[in-house]
């Protein structure tokens, strides 16, 4: 078999990698969970921070459910939309406020209108808006003139003066919609679609940091008891198998507990608890590539300690470290999951899929068991696609995997 010698090893990994399928299609869930996680309120249904916005006369609609909906204009200030606002965590106001509702009728100079009653049975009379206020916001209750006009003042201080025709028209053509929810709607009527697509950045960034956090502590730990042996061994390696004693899940609790309730410290909790496989595998890769004569030779050129094991070993750990990471990547979601299935992950009205689980656990012996089975699926799905993604990095960097055919 012909091999290409001009190629680098990241290249041959590369080639190796790719033809793994499962492991190319795990890759592309990732890239595409993080396109949705960093685009934010951009794309999603409710652009609204956290996808948060309540309607509780919709509450737990089916997939594809849709209603007509009347926008009324809010009075109050809404804060301008910049671009980095959507981004991540992002996302602005309604300038409107979404009234449900089965029918409307114009009475004069106002808009009558059926409110959507959705699993509520009481009948309720119908409301009016005067039609100026819905279409814009006020400063002051408009005034109805005798010649079918109204005068009203905006919140920016003008005044104007229109016919009540031509606001009647204006809110059949801009303030009447129809609103749709593919995924249906949670207990609390918000769209189910939006707050799974804003739980995965909750879990990427879980999933990122806290690993950022356990490669740090784990190489530094595990390169120092492999590199200089003896009591460091041995007081590293001591430290290693105490916190591996204790369950992940139990430790995670106890540092989340000391640290407080809330999103960052679950990086910290997570972090701290998954060091320690990646610390084993450095430690050990390490013990192995001290011995050898590159080595030798830079102790014999006189570099220090320090540089040895940055610039000569650590570059050679990267491949074990790497496919790690992959795993512990899955871990720390699944990890974030239960914490917040157990009420001290990320809290409201931040979106987690495990507080999504938490809310609707109940649903799934009656007739609205998707309520919980899709955040279950989205965290199966990303879970799965990491370790796909780790076996095929596993495979790439395998020293012994010849069938690198470039």
Same mark, same amino acid.
């Given at each position: 078999m012909?091999?290409?010698?001009?190629?680098?090893?990241?290249?041959?990994?590369?080639?190796?990698?790719?033809?793994?399928?499962?492991?190319?299609?795990g890759l592309l869930v990732i890239g595409f969970a993080t396109l949705v996680a960093i685009l934010g309120a951009y794309i999603r249904p409710d652009s609204t921070p956290f996808a948060n916005d309540m309607n509780l006369s919709?509450? /737990? @609609?089916?997939?594809?459910?849709?209603?007509?909906?009347?926008?009324?204009? !809010?009075?109050?200030? =809404?804060?301008? /939309? @910049?671009?980095?606002?959507?981004?991540?965590?992002?996302?602005?106001?309604? !300038?409107?406020?979404? =009234?449900?509702?089965?029918s409307y009728t114009f009475a004069g100079d106002a808009i009558v209108v059926n409110e959507f009653q959705g699993q509520n049975t009481t009948v309720q009379e119908p409301k009016k808006y005067n039609v100026a206020d819905v279409v814009y916001q006020l400063t002051n209750p408009p005034i109805t003139n005798t010649n079918s006009t109204i005068t009203f003042v905006t919140l920016e201080g003008e005044k104007h003066t229109e016919t009540i025709a031509e606001l009647q028209a204006k809110i059949k053509k801009n303030n009447i919609i129809t609103k749709y929810y593919l995924l249906g709607t949670d207990r609390f009527g918000r769209d189910m679609l939006s707050r799974l697509m804003a739980g995965t950045l909750i879990s990427l960034a879980v999933g990122f940091i806290s690993v950022f956090i356990s490669i740090f502590i784990g190489t530094a730990l595990g390169a120092m008891a492999g590199f200089y042996k003896g009591r460091t061994d041995d007081a590293i390696m001591w430290l290693i198998n105490v916190v591996w004693s204790i369950p992940t899940l139990?430790?995670?609790?106890?540092?989340?507990?000391?640290?407080?309730?809330?999103?960052?410290?679950?990086?910290?909790?997570?972090?701290?608890?998954?060091?320690?496989?990646?610390?084993?595998?450095?430690?050990?890769?390490?013990?192995?590539?001290?011995?050898?004569?590159f080595v030798e030779a830079a102790r014999a050129l006189g570099y220090s300690n320090a540089r040895i094991i940055i610039k000569h070993i650590l570059p050679n750990v990267a491949g074990p470290i790497i496919v790690v990471s992959a795993a512990n990547f899955a871990t720390a979601i699944l990890t974030e999951a239960g914490l917040s299935f157990l009420g001290i992950g990320a809290q409201p009205?931040?979106?987690?899929?495990?507080?999504?689980?938490?809310?609707?656990?109940?649903?799934?012996?009656v007739d609205a068991a998707y309520l919980a089975v899709l955040p279950g699926l989205a965290i199966m799905l990303m879970v799965l696609a990491f370790i796909l993604v780790g076996n095929g990095l596993r495979d790439a960097f395998d020293t012994r995997y010849v069938n690198d055919k470039v």
């Open positions: 012909q091999h290409n010698t001009t190629q680098s090893f990241s290249a041959i990994t590369w080639n190796r990698f790719k033809r793994n399928k499962l492991a190319l299609a919709l509450t /737990t @609609q089916k997939p594809g459910f849709s209603v007509k909906m009347l926008r009324l204009r !809010k009075n109050n200030e =809404i804060e301008s /939309t @910049q671009f980095l606002h959507g981004l991540f965590f992002g996302g602005t106001e309604n !300038k409107y406020q979404y =009234i449900p509702i089965n139990l430790l995670v609790i106890a540092i989340t507990l000391a640290l407080g309730k809330g999103f960052w410290q679950i990086f910290v909790a997570v972090g701290l608890t998954t060091w320690v496989e990646v610390a084993r595998v450095v430690r050990g890769q390490v013990l192995s590539l001290s011995e050898k004569e009205p931040m979106s987690s899929w495990g507080s999504m689980i938490k809310d609707h656990y109940g649903y799934i012996i």
